[in-house]
């Protein structure tokens, strides 16, 4: 624990720029700030079964989807209050994970990719045609917040709350025996298995909470990819990065071209050719760099340092 | 509903199914011998299509206008293949599965807007010349001409392909490569130069299809056409079986024709449909209809 808290020290200066910054910015940046947060959350989430399982899910914005229209819906069609909505569209999520999940973990790779991409495209489908229940593509209309949350700052308190919430409660799986589970599955399911761990319901496991967890809060798939990769898929805190990257780079390009996509698709096979272990891994290797420069002169202090 | 509806409404499904044939096949040839999932595949057959319209621009004047353009236009995609695979795929052999994925993906999104910045987001119209334009009749059934026209190339490049891989000394090395790269290398041919080869190849393909697809209707970037197609290629492929030439052309037709179909019963499903087809097949048998069951 001390090693801990050496470690990620910083990390509470973080979160104290992050409750003073609407005290310091304009509105404009809130609502950025507020966006940063929610898609943070939501590529760190992608990052449960991507870092964690190394596979690549296409349909993680289903649960996203299906979170957001949970909660939508609910508030819209019985006016049920927001605290419960949010819960609700928890449970929406992971159940949605588990059905889906039941199915993909049986494949990996290539397939596992394709499979999650076509239930992905199955279930934008449905919510789209199905005009009664969900409006299709008019979107749901009339989703009044609590009268507090009108307020940006109030807004951003909020959602800086949920989000710490999730990210606390992710960091404790992902370093919960559960979490090296997963680790190790990633590296070699065939030992894993070989030591008696049923590695298919770990997968589902896993699966349903990091559906659930992005069901917290309808984008294009590829939004929680090309965070995780341009922060680094292999540190926990690596998609949140990306996701402040990804965020500032979108308001700053989209305020003087159209082509935001080609500006994207350039920064992510840039990433992908010269840096990949996103801006977290380019930083660490840094780190290690100079961590074994420091390690030469003292000679001394290799037992606190030497594992990362 | 009578006979005639029918059948025409399998003919459209079958020219569908041929196009999806000439994208699938040259995905499915990409990924057994690379090992690459190429995302950006539907990308390179729409801007076929639109070099096709800017040639048959050029010469539209000349009856034999749209005759020369689909040609060249899969010619100069076999060329800008040819540089993606040297600059870029090149690359990522030794890489992970989803950098490769992730690499092709991002290369939808640039192809995307080059192709706005190119030719602009209003749709491109070929007029057709007179021999494929209108229907033809055959007991007293009119079809499309052009469709036939589709249909026919797609049987052209399926045998192509077949007597490519099975009777040439080039395809039983690529088959070779298939089944085991070590081996191959191993006897001393160099993989690096098959790989572009396929990869050539399979993007020439893809142009071809869509210098042909161009004059069935307009051509536009509307609708996110490069994924949508892109997806169903993969569904295509799934079905069929990675790998498994007459898979593809099965799956091809299948999908080709659950889509005419549906469209007559059920129009908003008729994609639903596809996609559950898929997910059944990969849930039960994930290596296709065709495929031979790898090691999963």
Known sequence: MEILTKRYWWLGLVFIGALVLPLVVGEFWVHVAIEILILGLFAVSFNMIFGNMGQLSFGHAAYYGVGAYATGLLMVRASVPLPICLAASMVAAGICALILGYFCVRLTGIYF????????????????????????????????????????????????????????????????????????????????????????????INFVVAGMFAGRNWHQSGIPVF??????????????????IYTFLMAFVTGFTEYWPLTIGLVIMFVVLFLPGGVLGLVEQKMKVFRSRDLETRGDRSAETGSS | MDVSLLVAQSMSGLSRGMMLFLIASGLSLI???????????????????????????????????????????????????????????????????????????????????????????????????????????????????????VISIGFFVAIGLWWFLKKTKYGHIVRAAVFSREMVSALGIPIPRIYTGVFVLGIFIAGLAGAVQAPVGSITLGMDMDMAIVVQAFCVVVIGGFGSLLGTLVGSIIVGEVYAFSILFWPQGALVLIFIVTAVILIVRPWGLFGTPMRV
């Open chain 1, 227 to 244: 965070m995780t990769v341009i922060g680094g898929p292999l540190g926990f805190f690596g998609p949140m990065i990306g996701s402040i």
């Open chain 2, 31 to 149: 990924f057994g011998v690379m090992n690459i999932l190429n995302f950006a595949h539907a990308s390179l057959w729409l801007v076929g299509a639109y070099f096709c319209y800017s040639f048959w621009h050029l010469m539209q004047n000349h009856g034999f206008g749209m005759w020369v353009s689909i040609p060249l236009a899969a010619l100069v995609l076999a060329a800008i293949g040819w540089v993606i695979e040297v600059v870029l795929i090149r690359r990522v052999y030794e890489r992970e599965l989803p950098e490769q994925l992730l690499l092709t993906y991002a290369m939808v999104l640039i192809l995307g807007d080059l192709i706005k910045l190119t030719w602009g987001v209003e749709d491109k119209i070929i007029v057709r010349p007179p021999l494929v334009d209108g229907p033809v009749f055959f007991y007293g059934i009119p079809f499309d001409s052009y469709f036939i026209f």
């Open chain 1, 113 to 204: 990719a394709i499979l999650t991409l076509a239930f992905g495209q199955l279930l934008y489908y449905i919510i789209f045609q199905w005009y009664s229940f969900t409006r299709g593509d008019d979107g749901l209309q009339g989703i009044i917040p609590p009268g507090a949350l009108f307020s940006a700052t109030y807004y951003y308190y909020f959602t800086l709350f949920i989000v710490t919430g999730a990210l606390i409660a992710m960091w404790y799986v992902n370093e919960s025996p559960f979490g090296y589970t997963m680790r190790a599955i990633r590296e070699n399911a065939d030992r894993t298995r070989f030591i008696g761990i049923n590695v298919r319901r770990y997968m589902l």
